[in-house]
């Protein structure tokens, strides 16, 4: 009732349905009927994380996407870690390396996973600590874009774009990912995966188009590889991303 006042709505457009994030064939909801699928440190606790991305890539609409805060490891966590419930439940045991998840993303046809934000977590019981000692623990929101000619890499086209604002929240600059603070008004160079984010989504009214993909410069500059996650500040562990 909050939201609906809040938004404006004349009834409630909000439906529970109860269920495991790795089986949501099971609640009877219709592929490619969603914008945006979101959740917040509920993939690290999946028994199945490669079923919970391929059921999100099948009940996404073409151009939607995968918006989603999870904690990811720097390293595989053992076995023996992983299976200690307190670990678990601390939403660390079952955190995925990063390197994994961005396999198991391209596996499930999200072929260019953005990076939003993120801050390495600290493990302040000494306990904890002690167990997970080696272990870099990383809090991160990822965007998956359910878009089918995303390319392997960012390749260089040439292309920009012009961010018109518009976009509530993001009125000076349209935050991509971490590396794309698209600043209003001005001319910005993309890549041919970026271009498409932008212009196949629910983005493109926001933006002008500069260029085509008739020629190929190369790999786009800039575009590394190795832990994409800032050592930055370590805050306290904690089940919430
Ligand atoms: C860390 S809490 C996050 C809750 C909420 N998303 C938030 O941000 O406050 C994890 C939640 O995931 C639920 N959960 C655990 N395993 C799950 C699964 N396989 N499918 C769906 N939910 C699950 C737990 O019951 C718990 O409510």
């Given at each position: 009732a909050y939201h609906r006042e809040a938004f404006g709505f004349a009834r409630d457009n909000v439906e529970f349905r109860?269920?495991?994030?790795?089986?949501?064939?099971?609640?009877?909801?219709?592929?490619?009927?969603?914008?945006?699928?979101?959740?917040?440190c509920v993939v690290n606790l999946s028994p199945d994380k490669d079923a919970v991305l391929r059921q999100v890539q099948r009940l996404l609409k073409p151009g939607g996407e995968f918006y989603f805060s999870d904690v990811y490891a720097d390293r595989r966590v053992p076995a023996k870690l992983r299976n200690?419930?307190?670990?678990?439940?601390?939403?660390l045991g079952g955190a995925l390396y990063w390197n994994d998840f961005q396999h198991l993303a391209r596996r499930a046809d999200f072929t260019d996973p953005r990076l939003v934000?993120?801050?390495?977590?600290?493990?302040?019981?000494?306990v904890l600590a002690a167990l997970t000692e080696g272990i870099g623990f990383h809090s991160a929101t990822y965007r998956l874009f359910k878009l089918?000619?995303?390319?392997?890499?960012?390749?260089?086209?040439?292309?920009?774009?012009?961010?018109?604002?518009?976009?509530?929240g993001h009125e000076r600059h349209f935050i991509l990912?971490?590396?794309?603070?698209?600043?209003?008004?001005?001319?910005?160079?993309?890549c041919g995966n970026t271009w498409r984010m932008l212009?196949?989504?629910?983005?493109?009214?926001?933006?002008?188009?500069?260029g085509d993909f008739s020629r190929h410069y190369g790999i786009f500059a800039g575009c590394g590889g190795g832990l994409p996650f800032d050592a930055g500040k370590v805050e306290a562990a904690g089940c919430c991303c």
């Open positions: 109860l269920g495991y994030i790795e089986h949501l064939e099971q609640l009877g909801l219709e592929d490619a009927s969603f914008d945006v699928v979101v959740s917040n200690d419930p307190v670990l678990y439940g601390e939403c934000e993120d801050r390495p977590i600290a493990i302040t019981d000494p089918e000619r995303l390319e392997p890499d960012c390749e260089d086209y040439g292309q920009a774009v012009i961010y018109h604002g518009g976009i509530v990912d971490k590396h794309h603070a698209i600043e209003a008004g001005r001319v910005f160079p993309v212009r196949e989504t629910r983005f493109r009214p926001h933006f002008e188009f500069i």
